[in-house]
């Protein structure tokens, strides 16, 4: 008798209470099948402070098949903080404690959900906080006012990493970054130069520091070379237009005018170097097609690194220290994009460049650059092959050499490639120390590339000044007036092969 009341009563109380719509009787209907509810909370831990928090619960329903249901019908369920309802799904956070949730279908009896034990806790909860770089931003180096960062703060106490309270350590942070003070963690501009120390705190807890090598960029005059695209008759004929845009998109590059989707690296520069089409020839004469030198051989060479082809390319060089030999080539055999013949020194200003040769070694490997001929006609698409080989010639390694030398700057972190041959060109990469970072240098094989850094420039600058067999600087008329001899090919001198 006394259900049949129950039911009685809730019917009456539905249809007197409200406007019965159709949907909602339909809900009641639906209501009486609840026989369990299940509460979850994404956050158990809140800081006390004299706000309130959303207390984000998860509330599910079971029918008495444990089947569930009713998520898309609005539940009047009433929220239980130990005995008492609280009005909001907010909590009071003055008062530290240990409290009971739990949420209660208040139409039926017993159906209550379990208990989530929730704890308001003080600020020396935190046992650690710990702040990073960002992936897009990761790097030790920076350049002064060139970009920002962004870092991310995690906070740990007794059971590990304190989860959903992100919004109240935001709502309490302070960060400094050298004399920077700031409630932020992303944007952040470093204006200073010198060794930067960034720390976060958060309730009077003091997060790890994290260093910065803060630097001023620094300008040389552009140095512009001019370059020679040597073409073989029998592999493929490009078009003025094609080789223009060829040395358009690495001078975009080398002048740090390409953009990535990703964020500005906070080291990238112009590099300073420029590039122009040869348009005379070694004896003086005007050439027929500005920037083009025609090979002719009725030998087509299946394999790009055929001794015979490499002796051919040996003896059509035409003087480095006038002219950046680029040639075009089919480098299918091969797998790449193309290759780049590293530079040697006549003194040991940088590292990873060996041996030293003394000034008047006569030229003896092919020193130039190689493109497929699929880069000209768009059958391949990739704009900065040109500037990445550019890169090698000037004495740049890959971002990727190894973990160990690294390539030799400072401010590109140091990786590998991914062994999974499906991430070989993804942006998301690793460093060593196992951290993932956003890589967008031209010098990593990468889909979207958009920079060299302050120290790679540093590096191509230093080599340029010494360097064996790099062209004349066509803004310093004067440099480099010693003729070069072209002595015996040494053919155990290998280039750097570009597998893109
Ligand atoms: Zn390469």
Redo the contacts with the bound molecule.
């Keep these: 008798m006394k259900k049949i009341h129950l039911l009685y009563s809730f019917w009456v109380l539905l249809i007197f209470n409200s406007c019965v719509t159709d949907r909602e009787s339909e809900n009641s209907f639906y209501l009486n099948q609840i026989n369990r509810i299940q509460l979850i909370s994404s956050k158990t831990i809140f800081f006390a402070e004299n706000l309130q928090e959303d207390l984000n619960l998860t509330v599910s329903f079971f029918d008495r098949d444990n089947r569930p249901f009713l998520n898309n019908i609005d539940v009047p369920y009433e929220i239980y903080l130990g005995d008492s309802v609280i009005k909001e799904p907010k909590l009071d956070l003055a008062r530290p404690g240990k409290y009971k949730l739990r949420v209660m279908f208040p139409t039926r009896e017993n159906t209550f959900s379990n208990e989530v034990e929730i704890e308001v806790v003080e600020g020396d909860y935190i046992s650690e906080l710990v702040l990073d770089f960002s992936n897009e931003t990761r790097n030790e180096f920076t350049l002064a006012n060139n970009g920002t960062y962004d870092f991310t703060l995690r906070a740990f106490g007794p059971n590990g990493e304190i989860p959903g309270v992100q919004e109240q350590i935001r709502r309490n942070l302070s960060l400094k970054a050298g004399n920077l003070n700031t409630n932020k963690l992303t944007g952040i501009a470093i204006e200073q130069t010198g060794l930067i120390e960034v720390q976060a705190s958060v309730f009077g807890v003091n997060s790890n520091i994290l260093k910065i090598n803060s630097r001023s960029d620094i300008s040389y005059p552009i140095k512009e070379f001019q370059v020679v695209f040597h073409v073989f008759s029998n592999v493929f004929n490009p078009t003025p237009l094609q080789i223009e845009t060829q040395i358009n998109m690495a001078n975009l590059a080398f002048g740090g005018g390409v953009r990535s989707s990703f964020r500005r690296n906070l080291n990238a520069v112009d590099a300073g170097f420029r590039f122009k089409l040869a348009d005379r020839n070694p004896d003086g004469t005007p050439m027929n097609t500005k920037g083009i030198n025609r090979i002719f051989t009725d030998k087509i060479y299946q394999d790009a690194q055929d001794p015979e082809l490499l002796g051919l390319k040996f003896n059509s060089i035409w003087d480095p220290t006038q002219y950046i030999n680029v040639f075009v080539e089919d480098l299918n055999s091969m797998g790449a994009a193309?290759?780049?013949y590293l530079p040697f020194l006549t003194s040991p200003v940088v590292g990873g460049l060996s041996p030293i040769l003394t000034p008047d070694t006569e030229l003896f490997y092919p020193i130039m650059v190689a493109l497929d001929f699929r880069l000209f006609n768009g059958q391949y698409r990739d704009d900065n092959v040109l500037a990445?080989?550019l890169g090698?010639y000037l004495g740049l390694y890959?971002t990727f050499q190894d973990c160990q030398t690294g390539d030799f700057c400072d401010d590109t972190p140091s990786h590998t490639l991914p062994s999974n041959p499906s991430l070989r060109f993804s942006n998301n990469r690793t460093n060593c120390l196992n951290a993932p970072f956003i890589s967008t240098n031209f010098?990593d094989y990468i889909n979207s590339v958009d920079n060299f850094t302050f120290d790679q420039k540093e590096r191509m600058v230093k080599i340029y000044e010494n360097a064996l067999f790099m062209p004349k600087d066509l803004n310093k008329p004067d440099a480099r007036l010693k003729p070069f001899r072209r002595g015996q090919l040494d053919p155990s001198i290998k280039p750097?092969i570009?597998n893109f």
Excluded: K, R, T, V
Aim: negative net charge; proline residues 0%.
């Design positions: 193309g290759y780049a990445h080989e090698h890959h010098m750097i570009c």
